[in-house]
């Protein structure tokens, strides 16, 4: 098992930056594709960005392609979000989540929240407008 603990959430004004951390714990970072993942109030969850297990692959929605690049240290055990040029829309709570893919390609990585195994429990990001 994995567990996650993201950080990095806040209150800023639109058009500033945020960078979110997910630190990780349990077993060997390096088998886990990542994701993060995005829930606002009144709103489905819905994907952000995903990154494979040694970060060769990574893909976006298109909401936050262009702005929001997601990374990953392995040798920390942490994936990051660095999010700029945010908008009021922004607004909600982001969640990292892991997907053990030991037995699939290095370079798997998911838009679907149904693949992935484990889940932090998030942490708020407020844009004022």
């Known amino acids: 098992q994995v567990q996650l603990v993201e950080s990095g959430g806040g209150l800023v004004q639109a058009g500033e930056s945020l960078r979110l951390s997910c630190a990780a714990s349990?077993?060997?970072?390096?088998?886990?594709?990542m994701g993060w993942f995005r829930q606002a109030p009144g709103k489905e969850r819905e994907f952000v960005a995903t990154?494979?297990?040694?970060?060769?692959?990574?893909n976006y929605a298109d909401s936050v392609k262009g702005r929001f690049t997601i990374s990953r240290d392995n040798a920390k055990n942490t994936a990051f979000l660095q999010m700029n040029s945010l908008k009021p829309e922004d607004t909600a709570v982001y969640y990292c989540?892991?997907?053990?893919?030991?037995?699939?390609?290095?370079?798997?990585?998911?838009?679907?929240?149904?693949?992935?195994?484990?889940w932090g429990q998030g942490t708020q990001v407020t844009v004022s407008s």
């Open positions: 349990g077993r060997t970072f390096s088998r886990y594709a």
């Open positions: 989540a892991a997907v053990e893919v030991t037995y699939r390609s290095a370079t798997f990585t998911s838009r679907y929240s149904y693949d992935y195994d484990y």
């Open positions: 990154i494979s297990k040694y970060g060769g692959n990574t």
